[in-house]
């Protein structure tokens, strides 16, 4: 019932060297694990750390994500924090100064509701259990001017930022959220805004070779509307001296639908409005001196070319280091709010250790995986042979010389010793100083699964050392966090409902057999008392079922009210052969 697979569940992996070095170290761009001298990496994070640094990047150095506020904050709107992380982590290392940053595009207009929203705990539910009214009655305008449909906040922007803040914390990630809105207000943005309006026949040359909609009478400004707060794309004049558009609010096209414009006419100031997204994200770069950032794929054939063109070509930066990363799938289909198919934070850390969550985003980036809730169990195997691997204990020198370098930094040591807490200070458990981390101790998943069929935490740790995963040498501290993954592994369970949920029954529940069945189980007892394992057990209790005239689905069904009170189960054999032996021989002979 337990293993060691190398595999995590990933559509394409077909390899038993799914953890070679030469796939995770690749780099983004240029296929290589070989950074601009020729050194080899073992961790995709060096090489794209010997980008940044070749371009002698004043201090402190800036990477940057960014997400729009709208549907379910969930894990995969934590991809550009987690692929940042490791990069500021190594610099860091390094001896940089690093800035992580998130930008939040709460400036953009609501275009339409979402079906799910997740709320201050990270739980997902429908607009049925919050004033979906607020967000309907608002479409149109800035996700800041939105109120918060669950009350909570000051506005639907602050709440969803809240979510993605409290995410990154739960994942040891420290982050900066920077919020559009705020940049605007505060002017940061106003050079920008005026570079843009001061050369429109530049711009819309540039641009209108990556949007159709671009012509002689395009401005690229987009007003928030004084009247009815909805923002509006029909800007009819500039002021450049006075900072100011004219504006008419009109419609705003949302794929085959329409959001009304009031039609009123107005002036805005440049922070009174803001600049549609192929032009905002070069000027976040110039704005934010952002060094380096990871995107999307969707972004890589699209806004990033576009980006890069204007960055150079109006605002006369160059962009940062890119990193190009692979979307994730969820159980073998895209990650969708609207379809319910996403997972969050939250619901991902009841299930794994937040170090296993971290491993999952160390793998490289440029390659396509897939997130399965349902055999979760071979994401923690892997990475639980990632973690062997590092101290020595798998003969597997690619493997290991990648856990080598990215396993401390997956811990949160920051590439330091591993003395319990990360590179900022952060304590990663509660740990004794004094600790060794190589004393760790880690249940297979699916033993820890076994184990969360038990209620009695003594009984549970009883079985544990029966199966010899502690003993009297192992320190407290370490018997503590590997019981502590039983409670996600009893979730997991759970939720998914597969054969480990269910529960073994403490006392002996109220059943009687027929005299041949009692007499199979007494037999069956021997067996087990004569120390055999968990799969010769499932072989003989076909055997005990034929010798006595038993019918075998009999048979199954009478250990399964014996220890579980119902009338089917896990693969019964199996999992007695987990259990402490004496309390098996005794409960199959209905005596405890």
Known sequence: ?????????????????????????????????????????????????????????????????????????????????????????????????????????????????????????????????????????????????????????????????????????????????????????????????????????????????????????????????????????????????????????????????????????????????????????????????????????????????????LARTVFGIEPPVPMVYEWFTLGGEALSSSAGNVVTVPELLEILEPEVVRYFFALHPKKARDLDLERIDLLVDRFDRFERAYFGEVDDEELTRFAERAYPFVMGWGGESPDGRSGDGRAISDRPADADPADRVRFPYTFAAVLGMVEDEDLRERLARDEGHVDGDTPEWAVREALARVERARTWAERTDNEYNYRLQTDLPAVEFDDDVAAALDDLADFVAAGHDGEAIQAEMYETARDHGVEVADFFEAGYRLFFDQPQGPRLGEFLGELEREFVVARLRREA
């Open 1 to 309: 019932m337990t293993g060691d697979s190398a595999d995590d569940g990933s559509a394409d992996d077909d390899s038993t060297n799914a953890d070679s070095p030469h796939i995770l170290s690749e780099q983004a761009d240029s296929g290589s694990g070989l950074s601009g001298d020729g050194e080899f990496h073992a961790f995709w994070a060096d090489v794209v750390a010997d980008e940044i640094e070749a371009r002698d990047p004043d201090e402190p150095i800036v990477i940057k994500g960014g997400v729009s506020p709208s549907g379910v904050a969930h894990v995969g709107n934590v991809n550009e924090v987690m692929r940042g992380y490791f990069v500021a982590e190594v610099l860091r290392e390094r001896g940089h100064e690093v800035r992580q940053l998130f930008t939040s595009d709460d400036k953009d207009p609501l275009r339409k509701l979402p079906r799910k929203l997740a709320n201050a705990d990270g739980e997902i539910v429908g607009l049925g259990d919050v004033d979906a009214g607020a967000l309907g009655r608002n479409l149109g305008k800035p996700y800041t001017s939105i109120p918060d449909p669950f009350g909570e906040r000051e506005s639907y922007a602050a709440h969803f930022a809240a979510l993605l803040s409290a995410d990154a914390d739960r994942l040891g990630v420290p982050v900066e959220m920077v919020s559009n809105t705020e940049l605007y207000a505060d002017g940061r943005f106003d050079d920008a805004v005026r570079t843009v309006l001061a050369d429109l026949e530049t711009v819309r040359g540039t641009l209108g070779t990556y949007q159709d909609k671009v012509d002689d009478e395009y401005v690229p400004f987009n007003p928030v509307c004084a009247e009815c707060g909805k923002v509006t794309e029909t800007v009819t004049a500039v002021d450049l001296e006075a900072e100011t558009v004219e504006y008419v609010c009109t419609d705003l096209e949302v794929g085959d639908d329409i959001i009304d414009g009031c039609g009123h006419e107005g002036t805005a100031t440049f922070r009174e409005g803001k600049l549609p997204w192929r032009l905002e994200w070069p000027a976040q770069w110039d704005v934010l001196d952002v060094d380096f950032e990871p995107f999307g794929k969707d972004h890589a054939e699209g806004s990033w070319p576009s980006g890069v063109d």
